[in-house]
């Protein structure tokens, strides 16, 4: 007489499921295209045929639902993470990670899986919710970095942490390029993704030995430069949206009619944080090459200038996760300035390929591990204010300058 009854109780579980699972999955899209902040609930249900108070059915509030699509992500890192780990050795470890994410990124392709939720409005949540989903996170990062051991001295933990963070790194920044790829070259991009994270770049004769390029300029406008500074960094705290101009006036210590005075809107502020961080990573560029020697030392002049940058007081540069507020005509003019970033950086190391002084890589991919590597940096001040700055970035940059798995840099 009790089968009935359980029958259907599991078929509406399933169906509550299945329901649950759409709305996170379009939300997550939501997220992706417009910020945590930017989502509606009004959107999400257009998005899976229902009306809004249906989607208040599985989520009280829209904060509820923001949550949930990050834990949804969180969950999703931790089983390819804890699957990894089953492999011996950490560059065994590391390349089950990115094929599983590679996998990830194929299926998404050819539409068979829904993307989850990006991470960068994580910080922008608030309250009990805010501090769970933190605690979720550095739960990742510890579990990435124990792809390389959980034992070690303060230096080898140092130098695992830069490594943890910059494979993550790469891992979110993967789809904001290999949509230029079709999807039968997908194994390929791998192994050549998988071939700079095993030896680097730096060639078998060279060594990191770089010199800081002098970026100092002449302030246009008094004043502008602090402004554009202490923007910058909220929006890298917050977001987009989560980085209101009353606070950015605040941290400042000036009224909302001062912001108005330097920017007509908050979208002329996120484009003139743009402007102000491309301008410096491309000024680097160009004093690198005006600063002479050889491919591998202009490169790698570029990478510690644009490094000691990040982790300074005049730091920090804006991270491309701002993107997903700004228009779509206007985010389409930032990521074609940061294309022809990364073309400048894959010219430097075809050049350098050329002359024997870096590794036979793939320049394209290459240059967009450099992209992600410099783009993350500000995420590590923290980490590198524990240690001398030279250190810093060297440790920092080695991750890429030799791979994931060499230690010379702790040698000197």
């Excluded at 899209?29 to 208040?56: C, H, P, W």
């Excluded at 590679?102 to 990006?118: K, P, Q, S, T």
């Excluded at 993550?168 to 904001?176: G, Y």
């Amino acid at each position: 007489m009790s089968a009935r009854p359980n029958s259907d109780t599991a078929t509406g579980t399933k169906r509550f499921q299945a329901k649950r699972e759409a709305i996170l999955a379009a939300a997550a899209d939501a997220i992706n295209e417009q910020s945590a902040k930017g989502m509606t609930f009004a959107d999400v249900a257009a998005r899976v045929g229902l009306n809004t108070t249906s989607v208040t059915y599985y989520f009280k509030r829209k904060e509820d639902l923001a949550a949930a699509c990050f834990e949804q992500t969180l969950e999703r890192l931790e089983a390819m993470l804890e699957e990894a780990a089953g492999e011996d050795g950490a560059e065994a470890r590391v390349r089950r990670f990115l094929a599983a994410n590679m996998d990830r990124l194929a299926r998404i392709r050819r539409g068979e899986e829904r993307d989850f939720a990006v991470l960068s409005d994580l910080r922008a949540m608030e309250g009990p919710l805010r501090q769970r989903l933190l605690d979720g996170w550095r739960g990742i990062f510890r579990k990435t970095r124990a792809l390389w051991g959980a034992e070690g001295s303060r230096e080898e933990i140092d130098l695992r942490g830069a490594r943890a963070h910059v494979l993550l790194e790469n891992i979110f920044w993967l789809p904001a390029w290999l949509t230029r790829y079709e999807l039968d070259e997908y194994p390929r991009v791998e192994a050549r993704l998988m071939d700079v994270f095993r030896a680097g770049i730096l060639g078998p004769r060279e060594r990191w030995a770089p010199v800081l390029l002098d970026l100092e300029h002449d302030e246009p406008e008094p004043g502008r430069e602090a402004f554009l500074l202490a923007a910058t960094r909220l929006i890298n705290e917050l977001g987009y949206r989560g980085a209101s101009v009353q606070r950015i006036a605040s941290e400042l210590n000036v009224t909302k009619g001062s912001f108005y005075h330097h920017l007509d809107a908050k979208d002329e502020l996120v484009i003139a944080c743009y402007k102000r961080s491309f301008d410096i990573i491309a000024d680097t560029q160009r004093l690198a090459e005006e600063h002479g020697g050889t491919h591998w030392q202009r490169l790698e002049n570029s990478i510690a200038t644009l490094l000691d940058v990040q982790f300074s007081e005049r730091g920090p540069l804006l991270r491309t996760t701002a993107l997903s507020g700004l228009p779509p005509r206007v985010r389409s003019t930032m990521i074609d300035r940061s294309n022809r970033i990364a073309r400048r950086f894959a010219g430097m190391l075809s050049d350098g390929i050329a002359e024997g002084t870096i590794r036979a890589i793939d320049p394209l991919v290459a240059s967009q591990a450099l992209m992600a590597l410099q783009n993350a940096a500000f995420d590590m001040r923290k980490w590198a204010g524990t240690m001398p700055r030279d250190r810093a970035v060297a440790f920092y940059a080695s991750t890429l300058v030799f791979g994931l798995f060499d230690d010379r840099v702790m040698q000197g």
